[in-house]
């Protein structure tokens, strides 16, 4: 991938005109031969940008980028380059959709029994000045407790689940609150970290939360 922060206009010409200012701009040139340019906002979405197959024609300040289809062009016009790399990213693995913590929320309050006998459900993201906790319950004895969920639990949840009940245990209507931590996986520096901070940990079954299992699905 090749970075371009340039002085810039851009003008294109096609199935309509555009005109672009000229402006501090990222120009971000892809392997696939894609060219786009982006401002300092917008999050993902590019001002403007041409679509492989196309081609980059450099001529001094005259960037010029022609569709090899349609004959589209994107005309840049370089003021001044400020920066100019380029970097080798290798084979993209894909993304991967991670709605398991989602999933498993939603499964374990219509299910929150499954946590032990007797246990009941006073709210998901129930909402704390630092965010929501994932599920704040009832125990059999009627002591509050707060449920964070990952699917990989590391430290980073522990601290986050710690930081709820120091805010939670600082009402009188719900203190005292106690933890669980409950993940698909549980790191073994998270446990001890849970333990050491008083916290449950909870190793989550998805596939027997689901029902999948053909006999007697258990959470744990």
Same mark, same amino acid.
């Given at each position: 991938?090749?970075?371009?922060?340039?002085?810039?206009?851009?003008?294109?010409?096609?199935?309509?005109?555009?005109?672009?200012?000229?402006?501090?701009?990222?120009?971000?040139?892809?392997?696939?031969?894609?060219?786009?340019?982006?401002?300092?906002?917008?999050?993902?979405?590019?001002?403007?940008?041409?679509?492989?197959?196309?081609?980059?024609?450099?001529?001094?300040?005259?960037?010029? $980028?022609?569709?090899?289809?349609?004959?589209?062009?994107?005309?840049?016009?370089?003021? &001044?380059?400020?920066?100019?790399?380029?970097?080798?990213?290798?084979?993209?693995?894909?993304?991967?959709?991670?709605? $398991?913590?989602?999933?498993?929320? &939603?499964?374990?309050?219509?299910?929150?029994?499954?946590?032990?006998?007797?246990?009941?459900?006073?709210?998901?993201?129930?909402? =704390?000045?630092?965010?929501?906790?994932?599920?704040?319950?009832?125990?059999?004895?009627?002591?509050?407790?707060?449920?964070?969920?990952?699917?990989?639990?590391?430290?980073?949840?522990?601290?986050?689940?710690?930081?709820?009940?120091?805010?939670?245990?600082?009402?009188?209507?719900?203190?005292?609150?106690?933890?669980?931590?409950?993940?698909?996986?549980?790191?073994?520096?998270?446990? $001890?970290?849970?333990?050491?901070?008083?916290?449950?940990?909870?190793?989550?079954?998805?596939?027997?939360?689901?029902?999948? &299992?053909? &006999?007697?699905? =258990?959470?744990?």
């Amino acid at each position: 991938m090749r970075l371009v922060i340039a002085r810039c206009s851009v003008d294109y010409m096609g199935r309509l005109t555009a005109h672009l200012p000229m402006a501090p701009r990222l120009v971000l040139i892809k392997a696939d031969g894609s060219v786009s340019i982006h401002a300092d906002d917008r999050a993902f979405k590019p001002l403007n940008w041409m679509n492989p197959p196309c081609k980059l024609k450099e001529d001094g300040p005259t960037w010029t $980028v022609t569709h090899g289809k349609t004959g589209e062009k994107l005309v840049l016009t370089m003021e &001044e380059i400020l920066h100019d790399s380029s970097h080798e990213l290798g084979v993209d693995p894909g993304l991967i959709k991670d709605g $398991v913590e989602a999933h498993l929320q &939603e499964l374990l309050a219509e299910h929150i029994s499954t946590l032990g006998e007797g246990y009941t459900l006073i709210r998901r993201e129930f909402m =704390t000045a630092i965010g929501p906790v994932d599920i704040l319950c009832r125990d059999s004895s009627g002591a509050t407790v707060a449920v964070e969920i990952k699917r990989r639990g590391e430290i980073d949840g522990v601290e986050q689940l710690t930081r709820y009940l120091e805010l939670l245990n600082r009402d009188p209507l719900l203190a005292p609150v106690r933890g669980v931590f409950a993940a698909q996986e549980i790191k073994p520096q998270a446990r $001890v970290l849970a333990a050491d901070r008083g916290i449950d940990c909870v190793t989550l079954d998805y596939a027997a939360l689901r029902g999948i &299992e053909p &006999e007697n699905p =258990t959470l744990f």
